[in-house]
């Protein structure tokens, strides 16, 4: 199993700003340069500490909220792509579904896998509803954007016989030919988020990463979905655990007591990342007609479920509602392992775990202390972990 640490970068001391919201609408005012220069080496500075301690690194972007600066992902993959020497890179989510110009995205991804010596792999993720206002794009129409975007950048990463034409339904390009190309060869490994059975059925039949943040019990519906829509494409093969990704927050330390209340602080992301302006939350076009009945109805996505189905809040719940519904993975490294190995077998086999080891108000000494008791006590242990084997996954 690999462990990529994750981190929004962001910026607390402007959650309690007076102006209420804290994505879309919150002015520029609240935010004191000095100090996100100083957090930005701060993260930065724990992304190395990461590397040095054998885990991979996780990156996203989010536009015009306090929870997440790092609003140009490409320029925080060109930092670590120098400074970093072994970790997989991975942005996830890079939102190719509101960005207007596949080819720059193709140059600046193939110019990191380059840097980073093939370091890097590539998270495409279609953007969440409330940042295409920022972003200035048409919800309308995402997902068929989504992958002619997706299957451009394939084509412009692994066609090396000089310029090709590409006329699309939504982008046109008379000449594409970019330097330089990928280090990985076709092209850099693809992922993408889903809660979405049908999307991760469609993910399956590319064979590309699947990703579920914070899914808790709903996760094994989407992970089979997935093998399904594999299995369509791959002769009936089942794909191997390294297809399967999963993000939970995480706080772990040698004492019980201490662990819970760094969970506390890591769980300040869930507490503030759902506190959007409103007429942004649900842009017209955005959802599948489905989805859109199922919010009218009352479906509030910040719900999860723990394994007996109780139901779940995530912007009020407790550390331990939070560990029941695997949202968190928190406690003593024996204990963290423990829910780590039995939320595997639960999704049938997972290779890939996301971890946001630093969050909300938690402070550098303990991320410092997290990262570096993960990477000891917990990482060697999930590496000799034996996974489900196929034959239990179809039985379970």
Not at 17 to 22: A, C, E, V
Not at 78 to 93: C, F, M, Y
Not at 236 to 241: D, F, L, M, V, W
Not at 319 to 344: H, S
Request: glycine share 6%; aromatic share 10%.
């Amino acid at each position: 199993m690999r462990i990529y640490h994750f981190s929004e970068h962001p910026y607390p001391s402007a959650w309690n700003d007076p102006h209420g919201y804290l994505r879309v609408n919150l002015p520029n005012r609240a935010i004191d340069p000095k100090n996100a220069a100083d957090l930005f080496h701060r993260y930065y500075d724990e992304y190395l500490l990461a590397d040095e301690l054998g885990l991979d690194l996780m990156l996203n972007e989010h536009h015009q909220t306090a929870t997440c600066m790092n609003a140009a992902s490409i320029v925080s993959l060109s930092v670590l792509a120098r400074n970093t020497k072994r970790a997989r890179l991975l942005i996830l989510g890079y939102p190719i579904g509101h960005r207007p110009d596949p080819l720059r995205a193709a140059e600046e991804l193939a110019t990191i896998d380059v840097i980073s010596h093939g370091r890097l792999d590539m998270g495409f993720v279609k953007g969440v509803p409330y940042e295409f206002a920022a972003s200035n794009a048409n919800p309308v129409g995402v997902m068929e954007r989504f992958w002619e975007a997706h299957d451009f950048i394939i084509k412009a990463m692994t066609t090396h016989s000089g310029p090709f034409n590409w006329e699309g339904e939504h982008f046109h390009y008379r000449q594409v030919n970019i330097w330089p190309r990928p280090w990985q060869q076709p092209h850099p490994p693809v992922w993408s988020t889903t809660a979405s059975k049908s999307n991760a059925r469609a993910l399956g039949e590319r064979g590309a990463v699947i990703a579920v943040l914070g899914s808790g019990y709903n996760t094994r519906a989407l992970y089979d979905a997935y093998r399904e829509g594999y299995a369509s494409t791959h002769n009936g093969a089942q794909p191997n655990p390294d297809r399967f990704a999963y993000l939970a927050l995480f706080a772990t330390a040698r004492d019980e007591a201490e662990a819970r209340r760094r969970g506390e602080l890591v769980a300040g992301y869930l507490r503030t990342g759902a506190n959007v302006y409103p007429p942004f939350k649900n842009p017209p076009g955005y959802f599948s007609a489905d989805d859109a009945a199922k919010l009218m109805r009352g479906f509030v996505p910040e719900r999860s479920f723990t394994k007996d189905r109780r139901v779940i809040d995530m912007r009020t719940a407790g550390v331990q509602e939070l560990i029941d519904a695997v949202l968190m993975v928190c406690g003593t490294p024996d204990q963290c392992y423990r829910q780590i190995t039995d939320f595997v077998e639960y999704t049938g086999g997972m290779g890939n775990l996301l971890v946001m080891a630093q969050a909300g108000l938690l402070d550098h000494k303990d991320t410092v202390d997290s990262l570096t008791l993960l990477a000891k006590e917990i990482l060697p242990r999930l590496k000799d972990y034996k996974q489900p084997r196929l034959a239990q996954i179809a039985a379970a």
